[in-house]
DNA sequence: CCGATGCGAGAGCAGTGCTCTCATCTGTGA
DNA sequence: TCACAGATGAGAGCACTGCTCTCGCATCGG
């Protein structure tokens, strides 16, 4: 495992990225469903079991692309964050939503790929693991400095009501331990032991039921304005989750 | 078209029902993407071939099942929705939800098949008309006439700014004219303006994103008690539409 | 009763994922 | 430097798919 490899590992990596791009060029042209090896191999030039060398399966290479998906989706939200810095919580929040909704609408097949039915169900370990919590621990990140204890408001539930309840402080155990891995720095500034679970729990499926709904088509011929409409209920989940917009609301600028 | 058809049109009818039958335990089996023409004619004791007399393609098939699939969620929502209608408006969106919940967990391709990634891209008519909008409809008409004016509280926006966006009013609108051939009833007591965007537009692709993330494994690993997990998480939903849940929360039967 | 129509069977086409074998080409150790 | 092992590509082939077409047979309506 030399930096400089030899001659055939590095044509073999230029083939492997090869076949990848154009099996992304195919998933943006026809979906998921419509990426075919043998096509794949034809644009390539080579006989379709040649391709067996490189990705195993159909389903390799697909687990390629929704790994690859991934982390082009966690760099956009980590990009927008980072250049978002300076400004409050909830803006930021916002911004990153949209960014994520802006991604989604540009790379729908992608989106899907990520956050849409299953292909088959068995790539689980690389969903959990790896690049897949990306984006949320952007949101969190973003989220779990900010909240006020006194912002707690988890539904108005009934007077003596626990804020959580025993199943859920079970799942925040397993999400704490989660992310003692993945970012441990998060882990000791959480504070309030519902924050975590408002902003990755909660906040983060419900901003992707949105984006989905919009992209799935759900919303078709009721939404116009998809980016308005995002912003304005991103800030709705971003009020919920205690942090504060700043004078001028969420902003307007994509 | 009278009501004793012939024998013909008896026959076919049966038939048509058979094929279905045979399709919806196939789908529960593989999946969408599994389903097969063929095989399901193998299983009918028929050839491919005869298939097609009655359903034009493969599609077509996928689409009454999609539409079949909606309206049993549709009903289910429904009866749910009928069944506690004495109790706090609150708690009986969180019935609603678990119940949706519920199905979805017992039929994951099918809720997929409504919910997930689209399948072509065509059916886009059959969603939005049809027997798509009952459960929406089930939530708005829990919703709508619950809500106190003073419960709006749309992320915390700063001063001055708009309940409403120009952008969503717009959908506003669009939505109202959808609604007034679909439900007339909730037209007139809808309420103030942002009600009706909180309900319909906003919680319910939510409480869609909630369900499919952990139906589509985005949480697993994470949540252990899905049921509880959704049923507190609606809760919060149900707080934001300004819905009360009365003494003893939202309850814990399923 | 007879023609029009509905319907099932079969063959066939173009495409798919995947496997196997066989030839060739290349990197490396002797 | 050379020969051998391993990597790579080509091709044929299998079982399957959706879908079309034709050809008979049954059935229904006039």
């Known amino acids: 495992m030399t930096v400089i490899r030899n001659a055939r590992a590095r044509a073999r990596a230029e083939v492997r990225a090869e076949i990848l791009t154009a099996a992304r060029a195919q998933l943006a042209r026809t979906g998921a469903e419509g990426i075919s090896l043998r096509a794949v191999a034809r644009e390539l030039g080579m006989v379709s079991s040649a391709l067996y060398r490189y990705f195993g399966s159909r389903d390799e290479l697909l687990t390629a692309l929704i790994v690859e998906a991934y982390d082009e989706l966690g760099e956009v939200a980590e990009r927008v964050a980072a250049a978002t810095a300076a400004e409050p919580a909830g803006r930021r929040w916002v911004a990153v939503a949209r960014a994520v909704r802006a991604w989604a609408v540009e790379h729908p097949h992608r989106y899907a790929l990520l956050f849409g039915t299953p ?11 790896g690049p897949g919590p990306r984006v949320p621990i952007v949101l969190a990140r973003i989220a779990i400095p900010a909240p006020r204890a006194d912002a707690v408001d988890l539904g108005r539930l009934g007077a003596g009501e626990p804020v959580v309840g025993p199943a859920l402080a079970a799942d925040l155990a397993r999400l704490r331990t989660a992310l003692a891995e993945l970012a441990p720095d998060l882990l000791a500034a959480s504070g309030p032991p519902d924050v975590l679970l408002r902003a990755v729990l909660v906040a983060w499926p419900q901003l ?6 919009e992209l799935f088509g759900q919303l078709r011929g009721v939404v116009g304005d998809g980016d308005a409409f995002l912003a304005e209920a991103a800030a709705v989940l971003a009020g ?3 942090l504060q917009l700043g004078p001028g609301g969420y902003g307007s600028q994509p």
């Open 240 to 242: 919920r989750a205690g």
């Open 119 to 129: 292909v088959v169900g068995y790539e689980a370990p690389e969903r959990t693991v």
């Open 208 to 213: 992707f039921g949105l984006i989905s709904f």
